[in-house]
């Protein structure tokens, strides 16, 4: 019973988080310009660039951009779980 509540309920925050993300990239375009689609590649390839040197959660991944008067930042939240040994220096 508890496991058929959690599937229902987990699919309704799974399906609201991703029209809030859909959402947000939709206001991101409007204010700097840069399509959605762009911004998606964007934090795919930025996931696979970091991925190399370190475990991250991708669920917690998040990249936005954000502007104030004249400028726009690029903003990456970036959860690392560890790194990669084969990538540290002694």
Excluded: C
């Amino acid at each position: 019973m508890l496991d058929l509540i959690n599937r229902v309920f987990g699919r309704d925050i799974a399906s609201r988080t991703v029209a809030k993300e859909r959402l947000r990239l939709v206001l991101v375009h409007d204010r700097s310009s840069v399509s959605p689609q762009l911004m998606e590649h964007l934090k795919e390839d930025l996931l696979q660039v970091i991925s190399q040197y370190m475990e991250i959660d991708p669920d917690g991944f998040d990249v936005t951009l954000q502007t104030d008067a004249d400028q726009v930042a690029l903003v990456a939240n970036i959860p690392i779980r560890q790194m990669k040994r084969a990538w540290m220096r002694p």
